[in-house]
């Protein structure tokens, strides 16, 4: 079970040893530990994307924080974690924080695999939403590249279609592919 840190307990943390929250609003970074074992990495550009991202929308955070086990050891968001600590945060919210509990070892890696999601298994992004529902200047300071969101604007194929080249496409357009009845 994944639950928010709350401030229960009465002592500081110890090196690996049980979380325990002071009845503060805020942890410091230095009383979590990052896993030495995580598998995923992270590009600089994604890296510094990502330390904007969480200095223009920190209440981002609150829903897509860092996860730590009993014993404060980041098993979720270790990028999150490394780009607060390079926005030079000491502590951060205790919002911020999520606490997996009561997982087994097995469960615990299935889980720093499942939140890393290989090659992203979340699809593919809708251009077409995106170009129609957000701003471009919104997308870029989400993260995304303004050459990915060139294409937004002005897609390739969507480029002028050459009548002549339509004269010989039996019903199909030469651009996209596009069948159609007559």
Not at 67 to 73: L, R
Not at 100 to 119: H, L, S, V, Y
Not at 165 to 171: G, L, R, S
Request: net charge negative; charged share 30%.
């Amino acid at each position: 079970m994944v639950q928010e840190l709350d401030a229960q307990g009465a002592g500081a943390s110890r090196a690996r040893g049980e979380l325990h929250m002071k009845t503060q609003s805020k942890i410091k970074l230095s009383d979590l530990h990052l896993n030495d074992r995580n598998p995923r990495t992270i590009s600089k550009k994604a890296f510094t994307k990502l330390c904007e991202s969480i200095k223009q929308f920190p209440k981002m955070m609150e829903v897509r924080g860092i996860v730590v086990d009993e014993q404060g050891i980041v098993i979720g968001g270790t990028q999150r974690y490394r780009a607060c600590a390079a926005n030079g945060m000491k502590e951060v919210p205790t919002s911020w924080i999520l606490r997996a509990e009561d997982f087994t070892e097995q469960e615990r890696k299935r889980f720093i695999i499942a939140d890393n999601a290989p090659g992203g298994m979340v699809g593919i992004w809708d251009m077409d939403l995106l170009a129609n529902e957000w701003d471009i200047g919104e997308l870029i300071i989400a993260g995304f590249d303004e050459e990915e969101l060139t294409g937004l604007i002005v897609p390739d194929d969507n480029k002028a279609i050459d009548e002549d080249d339509m004269a010989d496409t039996k019903n199909e357009c030469p651009k996209c592919g596009y069948k159609w009845q007559v």
